[in-house]
């Protein structure tokens, strides 16, 4: 009798573990065995896909981006085996996710200038979507060169973004520089956020993709706010058209 509720709690814990598993599963690839498969070349490799080139809008950015630096820290895992990326660099691993990220982008803007209008003619298939492309311009129409920065935060648009501002042909260097900006916000915050809260609570190693879901979600936080403004803004503006044509 006095082992059962040690069984049941056994049970749970089993239990919770295959739901978050399950719920990872269910919004995509798993940034740990990702991580652990394809090392250090691998999530720049990913990350430079994810950032600018079309195959790789379905890619886990954010939540890879964490991840590594987590694993980074050295943590000891759910499996109880302990794996460090690249050795414990931190900074090493942030300085490939920023450049992978910004080489990403360039490449997206050259390919839309290249292609031009004919990608919002693209036919629909199992990975290409116009809705994505569309999403993406109305994106940037709304948000201008800023939207450079702030699509980082979002997925399947910051890949398309870069695309859209290349077709728009947006003044090059302005591009470069919003990219860079964005870019380096993007992979290194993710990166240290995840190495900082590794060495701080290192009992995340045994809940890894319960804090990612967590990151993630707070990472559209951002967007979530300008969104806001932009939708408070346009009822202003419409509000003060209204009463100039009812008070000419």
């Not at 648009?157 to 501002?165: E, G, K, L, Y």
Request: hydrophobic share 50%; charged share 15%.
């Amino acid at each position: 009798m006095t082992g059962c509720p040690a069984r049941a709690s056994g049970r749970r814990a089993t239990n919770l573990v295959r739901m978050r598993s399950s719920l990872l599963a269910s919004i995509g690839i798993d940034p740990q065995r990702l991580i652990e498969s394809v090392g250090l070349i691998g999530l720049w490799a990913v990350i430079f896909a994810e950032s600018g080139i079309m195959i790789g809008f379905f890619l886990p950015g954010d939540s890879l981006l964490f991840t590594a630096g987590l694993l980074t820290s050295g943590l000891e895992l759910d499996n109880g085996k302990e794996f460090v990326l690249a050795g414990g660099h931190v900074w090493l691993v942030a300085l490939g996710c920023a450049i992978a990220a910004v080489a990403g982008d360039q490449v997206g803007y050259l390919f839309g200038q290249k292609v031009g209008p004919s990608l919002f003619r693209r036919p629909e298939s199992r990975l290409f979507k116009p809705e994505y492309v569309m999403k993406a311009e109305l994106f940037f129409e709304r948000h201008g060169a800023k939207a450079i920065v702030l699509a980082r935060f979002v997925p399947v648009v910051r890949t398309f973004t870069p695309i859209v501002a290349g077709t728009s042909n947006m003044h090059y260097r302005t591009f470069v520089r919003y990219n860079v900006i964005g870019g380096v916000l993007w992979s290194v915050g993710f990166v240290l956020l995840g190495y900082w809260l590794g060495q701080t609570f290192p009992w995340i190693g045994k809940n890894i993709e319960l804090a990612v879901l967590v990151i993630v979600l707070f990472s559209v936080v951002p967007i979530g706010i300008e969104f806001w403004r932009h939708r408070r803004k346009a009822k202003l503006d419409a509000a003060l058209a209204e009463y100039n044509e009812e008070h000419p």
